[in-house]
T-cell receptor, first 113, second 114 residues
Framework: DAEITQSPRHKITETGRQVTLACHQTWNHNNMFWYRQDLGHGLRLIHYSYGVQDTNKGEVSDGYSVSRSNTEDLPLTLESAASSQTSVYFC????????????FGQGTRLTVV | DQQVKQNSPSLSVQEGRISILNCDYTNSMFDYFLWYKKYPAEGPTFLISISSIKDKNEDGRFTVFLNKSAKHLSLHIVPSQPGDSAVYFCAASSFTSGTYKYIFGTGTRLKVLA
């Protein structure tokens, strides 16, 4: 069965370190998204991609970057981790057609100490 | 500026009764609306959706209503079951404008009491 997987599921890192969260989907979806979930803020869009070599900033992109070198993967990099980036991160993907839903991974809980 | 709003952070309902979750949006370009359900330590899962050309979509116990003039949608769960206890997010997108990203609300935590 097609799926979307995130790794690691949990990570603790120190302030200032670079961190990369992995996202891999086997749906062959063109569209991929990164969200963060915080209490009182819901799911906020960080970055998204509509295909290979395409990346776009979402509403909370400062301090994050993504790259899309193939269809299956969209890694999220925190250039210099900050305590404000402690959160649960979700990757999602969706197909190209109109009126389609996004499928989410299980999430990565990141703690920056 | 929050384009999708869920003004009720939490809702408690007795088992067997109706649960009504509300969502408001501000962007008139949105043309597709979705509801997701999220259990703790899991990713959100798709529940039901509605296109802007409709005002109602039903799937079993779940019905979504869309009022475009009021920029308001609601999710009705009838009858509510304890397994429905979760956080519910509404989301919106504007596919016809070529934008495939999904904007989410802040979520409503539903607790169904046995």
């Amino acid at each position: 069965d097609a799926e979307i997987t995130q790794s690691p599921r949990h990570k603790i890192t120190e302030t200032g370190r670079q961190v990369t969260l992995a996202c891999h989907q086997t749906w062959n979806h063109n569209n991929m998204f990164w969200y963060r979930q915080d209490l009182g803020h819901g799911l906020r869009l960080i970055h998204y991609s509509y295909g290979v070599q395409d990346t776009n900033k979402g509403e909370v992109s400062d301090g994050y970057s993504v790259s899309r070198s193939n269809t299956e993967d969209l890694p999220l990099t925190l250039e210099s981790a900050a305590s404000s980036q402690t959160s649960v991160y979700f990757c999602a993907s969706s197909g190209q057609g109109l009126n389609t839903e996004a499928f989410f991974g299980q999430g990565t809980r990141l703690t920056v100490v | 500026d929050q384009q999708v709003k869920q003004n009720s952070p939490s809702l408690s309902v007795q088992e067997g009764r109706i649960s009504i979750l509300n969502c408001d949006y501000t962007n008139s370009m949105f043309d597709y609306f979705l509801w997701y359900k999220k259990y703790p330590a899991e990713g959100p899962t798709f529940l039901i959706s509605i296109s802007s050309i409709k005002d109602k979509n039903e799937d079993g116990r779940f019905t979504v209503f869309l009022n475009k003039s009021a920029k308001h949608l609601s999710l009705h769960i009838v009858p509510s079951q304890p397994g429905d206890s979760a956080v519910y997010f509404c989301a919106a997108s504007s596919f016809t404008s070529g934008t495939y990203k999904y904007i989410f609300g802040t979520g409503t935590r539903l607790k169904v009491l046995a």
